[in-house]
T-cell receptor
Framework: KAGVTQTPRYLIKTRGQQVTLSCSPI?????VSWYQQTPGQGLQFLFE???????NKGNFPGRFSGRQFSNSRSEMNVSTLELGDSALYLC???????????????FGEGSRLTVL | EDKVVQSPLSLVVHEGDTVTLNCSYE??????LLWYKQEKKAPTFLFML????IEKKSGRLSSILDKKELFSILNITATQTGDSAVYLC????????????FGQGTTLQVKP
């Protein structure tokens, strides 16, 4: 069974640009969450999607946005990049959100963004 | 504000030692606590503890949850160099499906 796939794995952007990251969840998983990981702040929750609807959002500015498609694949976008946006962006999928289902989040290997 | 605190932040041991990693939390409407291991890539799942499952064991790793005192520990016995990693503790509140609040992580280095 394929795991969570994130693309691109590495990218370099300059301040002011925008970036789009993609996440393909494990087959059958309809919940997709996004996290930002930095050395200073650790892992911080960005948002979570289930069946194309954003159900939960973390404390990030509006420059951070996302969406989910009907096949459960998700994208996140960061506009007007700042130096502080340099981080590892992790996507996780799970079966959570289905009635009565609990369980772990499965993480992808992340997209490492460097903003110059 | 919901919070997760792990201790120690880093730890160096020798192969064969036993280690205990700590995780304390404050969260409204606690639902579950999860432990992950992160090497230089994706965090991998270790355990999930809930009200109905407060003790878990898998090989040399075990974990308990104390819901009264609001903490969890992760024990690793007979450590190996392959156990070197960052260990992450995260909690989830009811109603916040998919939102995990992570601690800072404990960096464990196991020397031969």
């Amino acid at each position: 069974k394929a795991g969570v796939t994130q693309t691109p794995r590495y990218l370099i952007k300059t301040r002011g640009q925008q970036v789009t990251l993609s996440c393909s969840p494990i087959s059958g998983h309809r919940s997709v969450s996004w996290y930002q990981q930095t050395p200073g702040q650790g892992l911080q929750f960005l948002f979570e999607y289930f069946s194309e609807t954003q159900r939960n959002k973390g404390n990030f500015p509006g420059r951070f946005s996302g969406r989910q498609f009907s096949n459960s694949r998700s994208e996140m976008n960061v506009s007007t990049l700042e130096l502080g946006d340099s981080a590892l962006y992790l996507c996780a999928s799970s079966l959570r959100g289905l009635a009565g289902v609990t369980g772990e989040l499965f993480f992808g290997e992340g997209s490492r963004l460097t903003v110059l | 504000e919901d919070k997760v605190v792990q201790s120690p932040l880093s730890l160096v041991v020798h192969e064969g030692d036993t280690v205990t990693l700590n995780c304390s939390y404050e969260v409204t409407n606690f639902r579950s606590l999860l432990w992950y291991k992160q090497e230089k890539k994706a965090p991998t799942f270790l355990f999930m503890l809930t009200s109905s499952g407060i003790e878990k064991k898998s090989g040399r790793l075990s974990s308990i949850l104390d819901k009264k005192e609001l903490f969890s520990i992760l024990n690793i016995t007979a450590t190996q160099t392959g156990d070197s990693a960052v260990y992450l503790c995260a909690v989830e509140a009811s109603g916040n499906t998919g939102k995990l609040i992570f601690g800072q992580g404990t960096t464990l280095q196991v020397k031969p």
